[in-house]
């Protein structure tokens, strides 16, 4: 369980630190019932983020991504798959980052965040995990790094669960902020909100190379053994 652990725990990272719902988060709690908006969003995120890795992890372990406790060659496969994807990503994000002095733009669904419901903060927090692409592919590769080692089926939840917990914890923290130190929150989230912003391409890039880097490694490793 140790080694699934060690494997996943990268992955979730990559997950929690995306910009984007960082800075959505961040918003919300800024807004009129900001706290309550930012709770639906988090649990949102959570539930999409646990049931987007089980039905995955589904898949994975019925494909059979471990052949006697190593892991299978479509598992290696996919994982050199998805972790050059995130290199050539990586180029694409560092390319076509903002340059100094450049303003970064505002999606235009960001703008109306302040305006949403809780029950639209919600739908906003599960879109951005079960609906987003970058955080599909990192929960494919952590389901198949967790799938392929070989554990029973309760551990794999349990390295799950700890996935998801970890992945969660940047979208956690605004709220959490907010909550223990109300109003004087405001001025160090916006801050965060406008550093990411402004760097949210080379944030990627570099988060991207990493992790394209570790899959790659963990394929080949997986491939000679």
């Not at 994807?85 to 960001?110: I, V």
């Amino acid at each position: 369980m140790g080694h699934a652990l060690g494997t996943v725990l990268p992955l979730a990272v990559a997950v929690a630190i995306f910009p984007v719902p960082i800075i959505a988060v961040v918003l919300l709690v800024g807004s009129d019932r900001g706290r309550t908006k930012g709770a639906a969003f988090v649990l949102a995120w959570c539930a999409g983020l646990a049931a987007v890795g089980a039905v995955l992890l589904l898949v994975a372990g019925g494909l059979d991504a471990s052949d006697d406790g190593e892991p299978a060659t479509w598992a290696n496969a996919l994982l050199l798959g998805l972790g050059l994807f995130l290199l050539a990503y990586a180029a694409k994000q560092w390319w076509g980052r903002q340059r100094a002095g450049a303003e970064p733009p505002t999606p235009g669904w960001m703008r109306t965040l302040e305006d949403f419901t809780p029950l639209k903060a919600c739908f906003a927090g599960f879109a951005l995990t079960a609906l987003n692409p970058k955080n599909v592919l990192l929960t494919a590769a952590a389901a198949t790094e967790i799938a392929e080692v070989g554990l029973p089926p309760a551990r794999q939840a349990g390295v799950l669960a700890v996935f998801v917990l970890v992945a969660s914890l940047g979208v956690l923290t605004p709220v959490a902020v907010s909550i223990a130190l109300g109003e004087r929150s405001r001025e160090p989230l916006a801050g965060l909100r406008e550093w990411m912003a402004r760097n949210n391409a080379v944030i990627m890039a570099v988060l991207f190379l990493l992790i394209g880097a570790k899959l790659v490694g963990d394929a080949i490793s997986g491939f000679s053994s």
